[in-house]
């Protein structure tokens, strides 16, 4: 007898469950986030719009519960590597002036911080070090939306980046997931005939993003922890691309670029 009631509760959930994830919008400016500072739980796109001049991407970052936006800033006025306390959740990755880009991440309640890690050409500091820096409230109500199946997937590990199928021309949800002991990002960027991603790693590591850019990053998704997974939407035309992680090595504080965390592939 309990068997249909069951079944009937089932039917009645299921259309409310296929509502996609909401768009969470956020304005980069030069230098700063404007975006609303709290938002439900659960699957959640956050589209970066950059209104800015210069390149800006969004990292997410959770701290552990307990630790405050106090315990926050003060831990960034001491060089090193972040507190044990805090994970990369993901973000959407660089948005060119007057474009925007997407990801989905799954929001747990709890403190996060959104920063960016960009530096301004020629200058070492981040643009978090400039104003780049606002937290978020992600409250315990759920939003009970789902977040869209990604129909590709890229493994990141220490330090490569393998695709389930190669990337095709058109709009795609990428899924990405973090397999390595380290975090690591994923920076997508379409190489200009002549150009490889050997130039763009030179670029950003050495030349601190003085002149213009030998090609122009568009999207990926942002510093990931190890043992989690996010997704980030993108459109592509056909042509030669590169993937390319520019997190600091956990042991020699090199990017990840150095260790050899680059791909070039061709979309058709
Ligand atoms: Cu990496």
């Not at 986030?33 to 796109?45: D, H, L, N, Q, R």
């Not at 500091?125 to 939306?145: D, S, Y």
């Not at 199946?149 to 490569?160: E, G, N, R, W």
Request: proline share 11%.
């Amino acid at each position: 007898m309990f068997i249909p009631v069951v079944a009937a509760a089932l039917s009645l959930s299921a259309p409310h469950a296929l509502k996609p994830a909401p768009v969470f919008v956020v304005r980069a400016k030069d230098f700063s986030f404007v975006a609303p500072a709290e938002i439900k739980s659960g699957p959640t796109t956050f589209k970066l719009i950059n209104d800015g001049k210069e390149l800006h991407h969004l990292t997410l970052v959770k701290l552990d519960s307990g630790k405050t936006m106090k315990d926050f800033s003060d831990a960034m006025q001491k060089p090193g590597p972040f507190p044990a306390w805090t994970s990369f959740v993901g973000g959407p990755n660089p948005a060119a002036p007057g474009k925007s880009v997407e990801a989905t991440m799954t929001l747990e309640p709890g403190q996060y911080v959104m920063l960016c890690f960009i530096n301004s050409p020629g200058d070492p500091k981040p643009h978090m070090a400039k104003g780049m820096v606002k937290p978020l409230t992600v409250l315990p109500e759920a939003n009970g939306r789902t977040a869209r199946a990604a129909d590709d997937t890229v493994h990141l590990s220490d330090y490569t980046f393998t695709f389930s199928k190669p990337l095709t021309a058109g709009k795609h949800v990428v899924q990405v997931v973090n397999d390595a002991a380290q975090p690591h990002e994923i920076v997508l960027a379409k190489l200009p005939p002549g150009k490889t991603i050997a130039d763009l790693a030179k670029y950003v590591d050495e030349d601190l993003m003085k002149g213009p850019p030998p090609a122009m990053p568009f999207g990926g998704l942002a510093t990931i922890s190890p043992g989690r997974a996010a997704t980030f939407n993108i459109t592509l035309t056909p042509g030669r691309y590169g993937a390319i992680c520019f997190v600091p090595d956990a042991k020699d504080g090199k990017s990840h670029s150095a260790h050899g965390m680059t791909t070039e592939f061709t979309v058709k």
